[in-house]
Structure formats: structure tokens, C-alpha cells
């Protein structure tokens, strides 16, 4: 089974509207992390936001926001505002389990390629 | 830049070589991973290394192998090279707080 599933290989959404993209994961470690990293078509995996799974409010980071429903196990990514240069591809991933030394590798979703239309 | 530094940039080579990647983690971290992006799996955690030690093992090929120097860079090596092989080989560190995951820019690795 999969652990990070993302269900939309690609969407098209006009400049300044909101953007959400759906992560949901599968794990049975009460402690985890989710993270989104944002790949554009230079290559480079850039950070954007994590929640850890005992955070008690979602997280935010500027015009990214994580509305995290633990019940639910989703993680969903919402962009405020989308801008031309939002267009990239968005990965959802998890850690699984404490860190601090231990094994903490980051297990990915397929992706969702976003564009951006002006 | 990242600071995370990984070498080379690209790399061209034929079925059957051998190749090394390197890798330079973010001052300061102690952990390194290695992940494979290719267009059949996607993004594949490969192996972990931290503080010269070998964490966890992925989805990694026994043809690859890697390891993490007492100066704390890595490297991965991929032998008996198949067209399949062709892929991103990212580098990730992370000073081991489960939070900060930092990625070089990655190696493009091309085998004909």
C-alpha cells in the first residue's frame, strides 16, 4: 500500500485564485512529520512547510498553508494567491517515527505538476 | 545555494561502468540521504547515513553502495550500470531533528 498518495497528477488554475492539493498517508507510527517540497523545472527540491503530528494547529508559511486533518490522515497543501511562478511541481512526503539519530528518510508521493494561468 | 553540495552536476556514462557521486552535507548536519528521482518510481529514498554510520536502507540496489567520510561528505557509488539507472540522484542532510531536510541540487546521471 502506499503511504503518501496524491491523487492529482496535474491541475490548471488561474493566477491570484487559491490552490489546494491533496495529500492523504497511511501510517500506523503515532509519531511522524509531513512535509511539501515544491521541485520547478530547474530540478531543485525546495522546502515549503512541515507539521508534525503532535502540532496542535495547522501550520503556515507565508502564502502556504497545511490544513492537516489527523482523523482523516490528509495533509493537504493550500497556496493563498497563486502567482505565475507557483508553477512546479509539489510533492507531499513523510518521516516516520522519532528522529534524533534514528532512521528518518523521507518517503514521497507521485507528485502534482501545477500550472499556473495568467 | 543550499548548502548542500553535490558533484558532479551531470554525468554521461555507458551501460556496464561504474560512477561515484558526491555529496557535501550542510555544515553542522550529521545525516545524509540519498534519493533516487526517476520518471517509472518517482522520488525513492535510497539509504541514510548518519555520523559515518549506516541508519536505513531503501529501495537501493545492491549494484549501489554508499558511504559517509569522518568529514561527514558522502558518496554513492552505482556500478554495473544499466539504462534504467538513468535518473536525478539527489542528496539530502539534516542535522537529525526529524524537522530540517535540506536537498542539493542534484546529479543527472544519463547512461547510454
Known amino acids: 500500500a502506499q503511504k503518501i498518495t496524491q491523487t492529482q497528477p496535474g491541475m490548471f488554475v488561474q493566477e491570484k485564485e487559491a490552490v489546494t492539493l491533496d495529500c492523504t498517508y497511511d501510517t500506523s507510527d503515532p509519531s511522524y512529520g509531513l512535509f511539501w517540497y515544491k521541485q520547478p523545472s530547474s530540478g531543485e527540491m525546495i522546502f515549503l512547510i512541515y507539521?508534525?503530528?503532535?502540532?496542535?494547529q495547522n501550520a503556515t508559511e507565508g502564502r502556504y498553508s497545511l490544513n492537516f486533518q489527523k482523523a482523516r490522515k490528509s495533509a493537504n497543501l493550500v497556496i493563498s494567491a497563486s502567482q505565475l511562478g507557483d508553477s512546479a511541481m509539489y510533492f507531499c512526503?513523510?518521516?516516520?517515527?522519532?528522529?534524533?539519530?534514528?532512521?528518518?528518510?523521507?518517503?514521497f508521493g507521485k507528485g502534482t505538476h501545477l500550472i499556473i494561468q495568467p | 545555494d543550499s548548502g548542500v553540495t553535490q558533484t558532479p552536476k551531470h554525468l554521461i556514462t555507458a551501460t556496464g561502468q561504474r560512477v561515484t557521486l558526491r555529496c557535501s552535507p550542510r555544515?553542522?548536519?550529521?545525516?545524509v540521504y540519498w534519493y533516487q528521482q526517476s520518471l517509472d518510481q518517482g522520488l525513492q529514498f535510497l539509504i541514510q547515513y548518519y555520523n559515518g554510520e549506516e541508519r536505513a536502507k531503501g529501495n537501493i540496489l545492491e549494484r549501489f553502495s554508499a558511504q559517509q567520510f569522518p568529514d561527514l561528505h558522502s558518496e554513492l557509488n552505482l556500478s554495473s550500470l544499466e539504462l534504467g539507472d538513468s535518473a536525478l540522484y539527489f542528496c539530502?542532510?539534516?542535522?537529525?531533528?526529524?524537522?530540517?531536510?535540506?536537498f542539493g541540487s542534484g546529479t543527472r546521471l544519463t547512461v547510454v
Open positions: 539530502a542532510s539534516s542535522p537529525g531533528s526529524g524537522i530540517g531536510y535540506t
Open positions: 507539521q508534525g503530528s503532535y502540532d496542535q
Open positions: 512526503a513523510m518521516r516516520e517515527g522519532r528522529s534524533g539519530g534514528g532512521a528518518d528518510g523521507l518517503t
Open positions: 555544515s553542522g548536519d550529521l545525516s
